[in-house]
């Protein structure tokens, strides 16, 4: 899909792209003992509805090719938190570890045909422009499976590992910060 590359372009999501982006996202899960590098592991998708809410109070980005959703990104910033993922572990952690102000960067999805395309580099560089100034964190699954692939991608950018959490049934996540601000 190298080719792909000059028809994908990035956009903010929309009321009308929900369905699609949850069905992405659905697309993407894998079992807790999957082997698989990439994917939302044991990911438990949010309903429609909650999308629609996320669209009032984060940043949701679209990549397009000839007009379909081929990826999908949010970020929100921390005053919104408690209200989007209340009780959540890693958010938690991410507050404690850097309690001023912030962007959370929570979920890169990318249609399986989309991988290693300019997609994930222009819904990484759309939540960064719509945060300048503002630090972004994110996180990143260590086990059961250290996720390598997303820990290279991110450090693209300028993030760096600033702290760890053990979260949902033995998930250990990683909390990265960007530096490149």
Known sequence: MKNADLEITCRVATI???????????????SKDSRAITGLRGYSVPSVDKYRRRLNHGTLLVATANEKIVGF?????????????????????????????????????????YEGTI????????????????????AIMHEPLLNEKSIAFVKKFGFEQIGSVRAF?????????????
């Not at 819904?123 to 994110?138: F, S």
């Not at 049934?169 to 601000?181: Q, V």
Request: charged fraction near 20%; charge should be negative; glycine fraction near 4%.
């Open 16 to 30: 009308y792209d929900v369905e699609e982006i949850r069905n992405l996202v659905q697309s993407r899960v894998i």
């Open 73 to 113: 990104a949010d970020s929100y910033r921390s005053h919104t938190l408690p209200h989007q993922f209340p009780s959540d572990p890693v958010v938690e952690k991410i507050s404690e570890l850097h309690p001023l102000q912030f962007s959370y960067n929570n979920t890169i999805v990318l249609s399986q045909d």
């Open 119 to 138: 997609a994930s580099r222009l819904l990484m560089q759309g939540r960064l422009d719509a945060n300048r100034g503002i630090p972004c964190l994110t």
């Open 169 to 181: 049934d033995g998930y250990t996540f990683g909390i990265y910060l960007c530096k490149n601000l």
